[in-house]
């Protein structure tokens, strides 16, 4: 067992209990905060895959900017202070089977299916963020120049939409 293997089980872990506990919680914060776990954990996923680019990427866009979002519109709106289900009920337990036998099987699919042996080694060397501006940059470029429009027509949009029209006399 190597420390990869272990860092990629915690991590797992992580990311799976976090999912679950992001649908099982009644409270909105609770539910935020364990978003944000997953989302932390499966940039570390992305890290431990060799895409550095990737991961930051998903710290800064997931785990940052949306859970901070997230809990912005929590503080915003009214919320009822009292949780909804006081004990477990029946459908939390007939969850808690249901995702234990679904990791069950891909456990064991997991370790009963023959993975082929990489036939090339991956470079080290190569930067990620370098070659993804490459690709953006030369093949990508008009998608990229049309997504960018797109940002901003739908920003524009929506500040139309969200400006208060004063009435008139």
Known sequence: MSGEFIAFFILSLLTIGGAVFMISFTRVVHMVISLGVTFISIAGLFVLL???????SQILVYSGAISILMLFGIMLTKHDAKDEGAGPSWKNRFALVF??????LIFWGIQNTPWAE?????PSAVSNAKEIGIE???KYVIPFEL???LLLVSLVGAIIMA???EDKP
């Open 136 to 138: 953006v940059f030369t």
């Open 147 to 149: 997504l960018s429009v």
């Open 50 to 56: 060799g895409a550095e680019f990737v991961g930051v």
């Open 118 to 122: 990489p036939t090339q080694p991956v």
């Open 99 to 104: 995702v234990a036998i679904v990791f069950g």
């Open 163 to 165: 400006k208060k029209e």
